[in-house]
């Protein structure tokens, strides 16, 4: 019997497993290893000799409309490489902060940038129309903090009368006034605004400015005041990682809607892992730790060509540095104001095109064109832009999902020598 896998349906080996990729539905199936030969064999050979058990197998692979004996449908979607142009860039306003938050990948506030080299309200307007004319329609005003550039305001009137389909802020919600919160909800801008804490004490002590968790406070009054669309970024680290649920309880007391948190990520400075948090359930769910993927065929295609997440994205800083995103700080690609544009692009399409056939032990593993990638989480961790994604306790070798304990080691190391 030959079998064909039914149309927009893809079989992925790993090193012992397999999956297939079900684009009909969206779904993901992990194949176990005898179900890997057996796939393998009834795709490719039409003379095998099949036993009850494989029959049965077979029977359900067709039932979820996986396999069929229409063969030979042309899945042919990942011929052609699909072209792609920036979508979304962060635009980094000022390296200035108000704040000194003890994580901060940035170290923003602590300027070591020769002034000079910092991009003029002009340098800005010709970034927006650029980005415009080569059809990026998302952007986020970040910094620093974006509120304190002295132009911030003459920026998101330029950016909103210039018509991107979305505009974000990403802002520590400290220097929020009316005037600000108003505007905000005019123009309707997504307002992100990061919580630390439920109160000055916890809030404060990773701030460390005293009077910001007020500040804080009174800006997420103002947004709820005007309906601005606000989402608030939690960042948890060994300094609050007790305080989650109280953290999720204040959000929504003054009326706001918790929707997660993140965990801080290493960054390039060394002695930030200390903050490194230790509550393994906190951990967990930022962890892939069971095999619950989805894809979809725009996803799917990209994956094999781009990285997951770097793809189509940008980050430009108040000098006009060039990354391929915020957190990557040391993998500046060139800047905006020396470099031309090809030079730009060839070298930002260069970590695009990072994908995890790239990346040691991913490259082996079945789940490698529907997982989640982070290079600078791998780079804080492990040193190495081509290890792999960290956050993952897949060993694609033994098949087996490790225990979140082991997969954290290396984390754990490092941070409890920073202690
Ligand atoms: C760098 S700030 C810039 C915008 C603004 N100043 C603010 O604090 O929201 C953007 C977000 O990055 C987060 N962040 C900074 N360092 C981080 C790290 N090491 N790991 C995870 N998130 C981090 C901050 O907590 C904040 O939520
Ligand atoms: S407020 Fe934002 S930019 Fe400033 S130190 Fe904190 S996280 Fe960094
Ligand atoms: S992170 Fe790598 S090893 Fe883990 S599931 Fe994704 S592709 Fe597989």
């Excluded at 400290?174 to 801008?189: S, V, W």
């Excluded at 005041?225 to 204040?250: F, G, P, Q, R």
């Excluded at 700080?329 to 930002?348: F, H, P, Q, T």
Aim: proline share 2%; with cysteine.
């Amino acid at each position: 019997m030959q079998l064909s896998l039914c149309q927009k349906c893809y079989f992925i080996k790993g090193y012992k497993n397999a999956a297939i990729y079900d684009l009909n539905n969206n779904k993901v199936y992990s194949i176990n290893e005898y179900g890997k030969y057996l796939i393998d064999a009834v795709i490719t050979n039409t003379n095998i000799a099949l036993s009850k058990k494989d029959l049965e197998y077979l029977d359900k692979l067709k039932d979820l409309k996986l396999l069929t004996e229409n063969i030979n449908y042309n899945n042919n979607l990942l011929i052609e490489r699909n072209s792609i142009g920036i979508e979304f860039a962060w635009l980094e306003l000022t390296d200035l902060c108000n704040l000194r938050c003890i994580h901060c990948y940035g170290e923003f506030g602590n300027s070591v940038i020769n002034k000079s080299r910092i991009l003029s309200i002009n340098d800005w307007k010709e970034i927006i129309d650029k980005l415009l004319d080569i059809d990026c329609k998302n952007i986020q005003l970040i910094g620093g903090e974006p509120l304190m550039h002295k132009d911030f305001m003459e920026i998101l009137d330029y950016s909103h009368k210039k018509g991107f389909k979305r505009i974000d802020l990403f802002t520590n919600g400290t220097l929020i006034d009316e005037t600000i919160a108003k505007k905000l909800g005019r123009y309707n801008i997504n307002v992100r605004v990061s919580v630390y804490g439920h109160n000055p004490v916890v809030h404060d002590s990773i701030t460390k400015v005293n009077g910001s968790f007020e500040k804080n406070r009174r800006g997420l009054e103002l947004l709820k005041k005007y309906s601005v669309n606000t989402s608030i970024a939690i960042i948890i680290m060994k300094e609050n990682e007790a305080y989650l649920d109280e953290i999720k309880k204040y959000i929504e007391s003054i009326g706001h809607k918790y929707s997660g948190y993140d965990v801080v990520r290493p960054t390039c400075f060394e002695s930030h892992q200390k903050h490194a948090i230790s509550n393994i359930n906190i951990l967990k769910s930022r962890y892939n730790t069971r095999p619950v993927f989805h894809t979809s065929e725009k996803d799917f295609i990209r994956n094999h060509f781009y990285n997951s997440c770097w793809n189509g994205k940008i980050a430009i800083t108040s000098c006009g540095d060039v990354l391929p995103c915020i957190f990557s700080r040391n993998d500046i690609v060139g800047n905006i104001k020396a470099d031309n544009e090809d030079y730009l692009k060839n070298e930002i399409i260069k970590k695009w095109s990072i994908t995890k056939d790239n990346i040691e032990v991913c490259k082996d593993c079945e789940y490698r064109y529907c997982c989640h990638d982070c290079r600078p989480l791998a780079i804080g961790i492990y040193g190495n832009m081509f290890s792999k994604y960290p956050r993952c306790c897949y060993n694609p070798y033994t098949g087996i999902w490790e225990e979140i304990s082991e997969c954290t080691k290396e984390l754990n190391n490092k941070s409890n020598k920073m202690r």
